[in-house]
């Protein structure tokens, strides 16, 4: 993804920039991430923080991921918890 195109995506979706890293307002993000094929999902990430071509996530738990701007292709909102999905089938 270019860093025009990740910044975008990241203000979309509620993402506030800080001096140096994206921080979500309430609730957090998922990194879609793929390369040579093989692809990663990173979810709930809390904090990111772009350094020139590598994006480093943080989650909720504090796994920290380096992954190439590059393979990033989508970027999605989790729903924050006190929002409630609508399960399929029929109420």
Known sequence: M???HFA????QLGAKNTKDEWKLV?????LYV???GVALTVS???TI???GELVVAKTHK???YSVAREDVFAVQADAS????SRRAGFV
């Open 2 to 4: 270019k860093p025009e």
């Open 8 to 11: 975008a995506a990241l203000k």
């Open 26 to 30: 309430e609730g957090a993000l998922t």
């Open 34 to 36: 793929a390369h040579d």
């Open 44 to 46: 709930r990430v809390e």
């Open 49 to 51: 923080r772009v350094d």
């Open 62 to 64: 504090g796994e920290v």
């Open 81 to 84: 918890p006190g929002q409630t």
